[in-house]
């Protein structure tokens, strides 16, 4: 008698057990969702002659007369610096390249105020990706591709804050 209720509460023992090991989430240790540290001072409208950036904290658009030129989803912001930084999207439009959608950009800016930056979406006359705007396959490619020391960012527009 005493090996059958041994038996029975070692076997409701492995049941709860294997319960609650695929109750489990296996990834909940190491989520896969990326918390964007987007600073604050970047949200906002900013404006440059005929050109517009909206930040959000969680979207980019560039737009120039009212049109927008490029906008994407920011999946993440990396630090160059006190006052400076990538913001790596993945396009959800680009009026210049219409396959572009789904693929990743940078843009780098610095000099960030309250109420001033400089920014410049990425470019060389050397990437086969259409000078860089047409966005890489890959975010992990966007990321490492676009660089000021790869001299993708030369030409910065100075904007204001709205």
């Known amino acids: 008698m005493l090996k059958k209720v041994s ?21 909940s240790g190491d989520d896969d969702s990326q918390s964007i540290s987007l600073p604050a001072a ?4 900013w404006v440059s002659g005929g050109t517009e950036v909206t930040i959000t904290s969680d979207t980019f658009t560039d737009s120039y007369n009212g049109s927008v030129s490029y906008a994407g989803v920011i999946v993440n912001v990396i630090s160059d610096g006190d006052d400076a930084g990538y913001i790596i ?6 009026s210049s ?11 780098h800016y610095k000099n ?27 975010q992990e490619e966007a990321e490492e591709t676009y660089t000021v020391l790869n001299g993708y960012f030369d030409y910065y527009s100075t904007c204001t804050k709205q």
Do not use: H, W
């Not at 970047?42 to 409208?45: A, E, N, P, S, T």
């Not at 960030?112 to 990706?129: K, V």
């Open 112 to 138: 960030l105020t309250a109420s001033t930056m400089e920014y410049s979406g990425a470019y060389s006359g050397a990437d086969p990706d259409n000078g860089g705007g047409n966005g890489k396959l890959t």
């Open 97 to 107: 390249f219409s396959d572009a959608a789904g693929r990743y950009y940078a843009v």
């Open 7 to 27: 038996f029975l509460v070692l076997a409701l023992c492995l049941l709860m057990g294997a319960q609650v090991f695929m109750g489990c989430d296996a990834n």
């Open 89 to 94: 999207i993945q396009y959800t439009s680009n």
């Open 42 to 45: 970047l949200k906002g409208k």
